[in-house]
Nanobody, 120 residues
Framework: EVQLVESGGGLVQPGASLRLSCAAS????????MSWVRQAPGKGLEWVSR????????YYTDSVKGRFTISTDNAKNTMYLQMNSLKPEDTAVYYC?????????????WGKGTLVTVSS
């Protein structure tokens, strides 16, 4: 059974940092493209960052470039999102998302999400 369990969310002040983790199990972690997707209150889904396993290329949405870093630890089957210089507009539920292949051609599983609130 595929499981994606996010952790690391919380309430922080603007300018602070957080590191989100996604513990993965039930599939070959190193063979699936992985993503972080967020949903701000009252808004739609936004693809924040993605890592492709066929090339190790990464993707970041423009609003987080230079502030967020996606990484994976294949030995621990864990994906991370290091978030620095957080802004109130980063407030959202962050989901860990798995693709069915290394090239990122389709999503097949989602985690339940972790809430990040950036507020003074």
């Amino acid at each position: 059974e595929v499981q994606l369990v996010e952790s690391g969310g919380g309430l922080v002040q603007p300018g602070a940092s957080l590191r989100l983790s996604c513990a993965a199990s039930g599939f070959t972690f190193s063979s699936s493209a992985m993503s972080w997707v967020r949903q701000a209150p009252g808004k739609g889904l936004e693809w924040v960052s993605r890592i492709f396993r066929d090339s190790s290329n990464t993707y970041y949405t423009d609003s987080v470039k230079g502030r967020f870093t996606i990484s994976t630890d294949n030995a621990k089957n864990t994906m991370y999102l290091q978030m620095n210089s957080l802004k109130p507009e980063d407030t959202a539920v962050y989901y860990c998302v798995k693709d069915w292949d290394p090239a990122g051609r389709g999503v097949d599983y989602w985690g339940k999400g972790t809430l990040v609130t950036v507020s003074s």
